[in-house]
């Protein structure tokens, strides 16, 4: 069964930065590749949301209500994707939940994240 793990979320002051990590795993070590992988976010009230992502080959999109303020990016050999919120605003408040495409052995799947809270607030 293979795992996102987030970490990185918190409450933040406007116009701050924070960093939001993901690592995915399987106990039997039997990921043989990650396509994609990408953050969502999910205000209360309202659907999830892509923020991010960014594919093995390097291509990136992002949200256009984060464009110039995040930046996302991947250790391949390490499964772990990254997102980097600079100048945060209070409409950045969510849940972010990491999204990966992967090929295990046996499937390909995409699989979420727990997900991370991040408050931005005096």
């Known amino acids: 069964q293979v795992q996102l793990v987030e970490s990185g979320g918190g409450l933040v002051q406007p116009g701050g930065s924070l960093r939001l990590s993901c690592a995915a795993s399987?106990?039997?070590?039997?990921?043989?590749?990650?396509?994609?992988m990408g953050w969502y976010r999910q205000a209360p009230g309202k659907p999830r949301e892509p923020v991010a992502n960014?594919?093995?080959?390097?291509?990136?999109d992002y949200a256009d209500s984060v464009k110039g303020r995040c930046t996302i990016s991947r250790d391949i050999a390490k499964n772990t994707v990254h997102l980097q919120m600079d100048r945060v605003k209070p409409e950045d408040t969510a849940i972010y939940y990491c999204?990966?495409?992967?090929?295990?052995?046996?499937?390909?799947?995409?699989?979420w994240g727990q997900g991370t809270q991040v408050t931005v607030s005096s």
């Open positions: 999204n990966a495409l992967v090929t295990t052995v046996t499937e390909t799947f995409y699989y």
């Open positions: 399987e106990a039997s070590g039997r990921i043989t590749s990650i396509y994609i």
């Open positions: 960014m594919t093995k080959s390097g291509s990136i």
